[in-house]
């Protein structure tokens, strides 16, 4: 029996798969003020929380990893590597081996889903070494610069305990009921002190003088300047954005208009705005010189892509659909009598 659907969290995607684009587009965006904070700020948490929900409903399926994650990866870097080749882009050529911008987090994410053996430890003790451990070594794997680009090492270990917290988390059925089960004077607390520590950790981020490239977890501290408590601050406003994220969660647990359409298909956002956005980038980049533009550009490309017809085509191509509906087909002529 397939579970009831759980709107809140598709809620949620919506959110973040738009600050995904918005952060996309602010890259490329002409000068105005204030456009440096926002795209700051949106890295600061984005990337974390997306990863935390994928780390929730992340399950190992031979089928789905083949034809969902591993084959997508080699026939979206080769049309994203020869796409942006082809619009002029001379250090870009078709190679498998450095994930290509956005590609980073479909690569990643392919590993953390095999790893998921390790990973699904019994006790709650054993989660919370590795847990911590993943911690430490997205803390140290600033200082080794070998750990870059190549095979998205530099994310894979930096965003590794964001991806194992939401795997564990979806596992505390305990924690989870309670929550829902708390008082009302309990919840506008623990909201209340989630936004609490949402505003401190990002003041003091900002005040510590963070810039973008700190949060990408592409750079070593050495390039950039910067050590290990910069990195841990960053996490810890992570951190408090995704617990305030799961406080208001309850409360989005309708079906939104438009909202939660969007966030039914996060797939065919993330896996497409990147070949509109590179257009722009290469060819019409003066279609986002002014705030309004890239607002209108943001809308319209959330709109086009994240539409249900656009969902479903995306899922049959990329996302293990026509696998899937082979597989049916497959099982129905297995049960049908013999002639």
Not at 31 to 51: D, G, N, Q, V
Not at 91 to 110: A, C, I, T
Not at 156 to 164: A, I, N
Request: charged share 15%.
């Amino acid at each position: 029996m397939r579970e009831a659907r759980e709107f809140q969290y598709d809620n949620l995607r919506c959110l973040l798969i738009a600050l995904v684009v918005l952060g996309h587009l602010l890259e490329i965006a002409g000068e105005f003020p204030h456009k440096e904070t926002l795209y700051t700020l949106i890295y600061s948490f984005h990337m974390p929380a997306f990863l935390f929900l994928s780390g929730m409903f992340a399950r190992f399926d031979r089928g789905k990893f083949i034809f969902g994650m591993a084959l997508p990866y080699l026939v979206l870097q080769a049309l994203y590597t020869s796409f942006v080749e082809k619009l002029g882009d001379s250090y870009v050529h078709v190679q498998f081996s450095r994930p290509y911008w956005l590609l980073w987090y479909l690569f990643v994410l392919m590993l953390y889903t095999l790893l998921l053996p390790v990973y699904d430890i019994p006790s709650r003790w054993g989660r919370g070494v590795l847990l911590a451990a993943s911690v430490v070594l997205a803390l140290l794997a600033g200082y080794d610069p070998s750990i870059d680009y190549q095979w998205s090492a530099s994310r894979f270990v930096t965003f590794q305990p964001w991806f194992l917290a939401g795997y564990y988390f979806r596992r505390e059925e305990g924690l989870r009921l309670w929550w829902r089960q708390a008082g009302r004077s309990v919840r506008i607390g623990m909201t209340a002190l989630a936004a609490v520590c949402c505003v401190l950790f990002e003041r003091l981020l900002f005040s510590c003088g963070v810039t973008a490239k700190m949060l990408l977890g592409s750079y070593g501290y050495e390039s950039l300047g910067y050590d290990w408590r910069m990195r841990g601050l960053g996490m810890c406003c992570a951190a408090s954005v995704i617990c305030l994220l799961l406080v208001l969660a309850p409360r989005l647990e309708g079906r939104l208009p438009v909202v939660t359409t969007l966030g039914q298909d996060t797939l065919s956002i993330y896996l497409l705005h990147g070949l509109l956005v590179q257009l722009l980038r290469l060819k019409y980049r003066f279609l986002l010189s002014e705030p309004w533009q890239v607002l209108v550009v943001w809308l319209l490309l959330l709109l086009l892509l994240g539409n249900p017809i656009a969902g479903r085509c995306v899922s049959f191509l990329f996302g293990a659909g026509w696998y899937r509906r082979l597989q049916a087909m497959r099982a129905e002529k297995r049960q049908m009598p013999d002639a």
